[in-house]
């Protein structure tokens, strides 16, 4: 079993940075690797960002929404994965996910993730 904990949302202004964490704790790291998705009120939870390691090689991925604004990091002496947020817009604003990737499935879609966190919140001021 994973649990999941994110931090470090709040409240901040358009053009401003957060940086989110995601303590995971019960196992190592999945070695499909973890992601990050955001839902708004009243839509569907949507992908944001995810990372995977290979050989000593880091790879990640990004929305276009996103891209080149965030960035996703991981410690795996602390068992932690990052996302850092710059640039922030009012449409950023969402509840931030970050989950486990599963064996199966895209690392697109939800589906392909087996644990999630609780969420965090983050809100972008105009």
């Known amino acids: 079993q994973v649990q999941l904990v994110e931090s470090g949302g709040g409240l901040v202004q358009a053009g401003g940075s957060l940086r989110l964490s995601c303590a995971a704790s019960?196992?190592?790291?999945?070695?499909?690797?973890m992601g990050w998705f955001g839902q708004a009120p009243g839509k569907e939870r949507e992908f944001v960002a995810f990372?995977?390691?290979?050989?000593?090689?880091?790879?990640?991925f990004y929305s276009d929404s996103v891209k080149g604004r965030f960035t996703i990091s991981r410690d795996s002496a602390k068992n932690t994965v990052y996302l850092q947020m710059n640039s922030l817009k009012p449409e950023d604003t969402a509840v931030y996910y970050c989950?486990?990737?599963?064996?199966?499935?895209?690392?697109?879609?939800?589906?392909?993730?087996?644990?999630w966190g609780q969420g965090t919140q983050v809100t972008v001021s105009s």
């Open positions: 019960g196992r190592t790291f999945s070695t499909y690797g």
């Open positions: 989950a486990v990737r599963g064996s199966q499935g895209s690392r697109y879609e939800t589906r392909g993730y087996d644990y």
């Open positions: 990372i995977n390691w290979n050989g000593g090689r880091t790879y990640s």
